[in-house]
């Protein structure tokens, strides 16, 4: 089976940087996705890593190590707009993905 | 056209009757999923259809029924269902089927969904 932990919440003030880890036991590994969702949203596709180092989009970079099977998405310069959970998702499989429990994330001023 | 999109947003059904959630990309993506997501809880994977065949049912009850008519085109037909069967039904879809070196060309869109209530 697979298993992805993540902080419930966690606070931050605008402009600041946050790390939000993710831990993960799965079968298979093909890589690591973050998505974000506001609430009444859907997920919305944010990084991806295959392999081990940092993919940076923007704000935003996301991280992994496989031999730790340990990921973290950094979100810098933070904007009020980005209150919202955060999901970490494995693909232990070509085709499925599993979501971790999400982090709530929010930024005040 | 980037999008995926999801009919109808909102849906309400007695446990007698039948219906159907449709989604719909046309971004030439040949992977299509079903997810079904509780409040403040992760989206769970029930079905994924690559290639228009069905390959992963995540042990999903017969009352719901998947169709993939086509590539473009995704229902889940819906019967019998129970009050527990409340949730967000979202579609998602990706332009590859998935190998372990396409990347993010696996990345999957999803639409905004169909949030359904069970009487």
């Known amino acids: 089976g697979q298993s992805l932990e993540q902080p419930s919440e966690v606070t931050a003030v605008e402009g600041a940087i946050v790390q939000i880890n993710c831990t993960y036991q799965?079968?298979?590994?093909?890589?690591l996705s973050w998505y974000q969702q506001h609430d009444g949203g859907a997920p919305t596709f944010l990084s991806y890593n295959a392999l081990d180092g940092l993919e940076e989009t923007g704000r935003f970079s996301s991280f992994l190590s496989r031999s730790d099977s340990y990921g973290y998405l950094l979100l810098q310069e933070l904007q009020m707009k980005d209150s919202a959970s955060y999901f970490c998702a494995v693909r232990p499989g070509a085709n499925n993905l599993f979501f971790g429990t999400g982090t709530r994330l929010t930024v005040i001023p | 056209d980037t999008e995926v999109t999801q009919t109808p947003k909102h849906l309400v059904m007695g446990m007698t009757n039948k219906k159907s959630l449709k989604c719909e990309q046309h971004?030439?993506?040949?992977?299509m999923y079903w997810y079904k997501q509780k409040a403040k809880k992760p989206p769970e994977l029930m079905f994924v259809?690559?290639?228009?065949?069905?390959?992963i049912n995540e042990s999903v009850p017969s009352r719901f029924s998947p169709e993939c008519p086509n590539s473009s085109l995704l229902n889940l037909h819906l019967h019998a269902l129970q009050p527990e069967d409340s949730a967000l039904y979202l579609c998602?879809?990706?332009?590859?089927?998935?190998?372990?070196?396409?990347?993010?060309?696996?990345?999957?869109?999803f639409g905004p969904g169909t949030r359904l209530t069970v009487l």
């Open positions: 259809y690559s290639y228009e065949k069905l390959s």
């Open positions: 799965t079968s298979g590994f093909y890589g």
């Open positions: 971004m030439g993506h040949r992977a």
């Open positions: 998602a879809s990706s332009l590859n089927p998935g190998s372990e070196l396409s990347g993010k060309t696996d990345t999957q869109y």
